[in-house]
């Protein structure tokens, strides 16, 4: 009974380049959360999906930053040329379908580093 | 909008010792669910509780207890006997009325617990 996936547990890329964060939900959960954490801050809503759609992106990035969750295979968010301000820790949270009866399941967060 | 305040940022307590973290939220909801969490120094998040709106009942579990008072918009965390085990950050977290699902959750910028041994 796997818990939320979250890799790679820590990624390190150099100014410029692409990062590809990966979440697999737990088993039978179907929505997908995005949260940012700062350091020394809390964790900020990026953004929710379901399967092939993306339901709220009001806290997303307008700009490099993207998220899917295809029909197969874990949700990505994609942050391309990344700076040194995208350094943060990154959360994926997962829920069953039944709204309202969630306790938001989280990874264990992936780890970016800019350099 | 929604909006959560840990007024604490750090607490420092010889371990034993009781000790409350305060929380206070604003919703315009009336359906919401309140959360705290534990992030130990390995950095994982760590679900401690659930509550929603119309349950304003006390609860407890083991050591830990909660005391949430709608008429105040608190739901405090309190830690009896406290061990070094239990230094960590701990977030408060809102959750609205949901749509299309829709269940993220609003952060406080957490309370920094160091329990002195």
């Known amino acids: 009974n796997a818990g939320v996936m979250q890799n790679p547990r820590h990624l390190v890329r150099r100014r410029g380049q692409e990062a590809r964060l990966r979440c697999s939900p737990m088993?039978?959960?179907?929505?997908v959360y995005w949260y940012r954490q700062l350091p020394e801050e809390g964790l900020k809503f990026m953004v929710y999906l379901q399967k092939e759609n993306i339901i709220d992106e009001s806290g997303m990035p307008k700009e490099r930053f993207s998220a899917e969750f295809p029909k197969e295979g874990p949700s990505i968010l994609r942050i391309q040329q990344v700076v040194r301000g995208d350094s943060a820790a990154y959360f994926c949270?997962?829920?069953?379908?039944?709204?309202?009866?969630?306790?938001?399941?989280f990874g264990q967060g992936t780890r970016l580093t800019v350099v | 909008a929604q909006k959560v305040t840990q007024a604490q940022t750090e607490i420092s307590v010889v371990e034993k010792e009781d000790v409350t973290l305060d929380c206070v939220y604003e919703?315009?909801?009336?359906?919401?669910?309140l959360f705290w969490y534990k992030q130990p120094p390995s950095g994982e998040l760590v679900f401690l509780i659930r509550r929603n709106s119309f349950d304003e009942q006390n609860e407890i579990s083991g050591r830990y207890s909660w005391n949430f008072q709608k008429s105040t918009s608190s739901f405090n965390f309190t830690i009896t006997a406290s061990q070094v085990v239990d230094s960590a950050v701990y977030f408060c977290a809102l959750s609205g009325t949901p749509y299309f699902g829709n269940e993220k959750l609003t952060f406080g910028t957490g309370t920094r617990l160091t329990i002195i041994p």
């Open positions: 949270a997962s829920s069953p379908i039944r709204p309202g009866n969630t306790e938001a399941f």
């Open positions: 919703t315009r909801d009336t359906t919401y669910y």
């Open positions: 088993k039978g959960h179907s929505h």
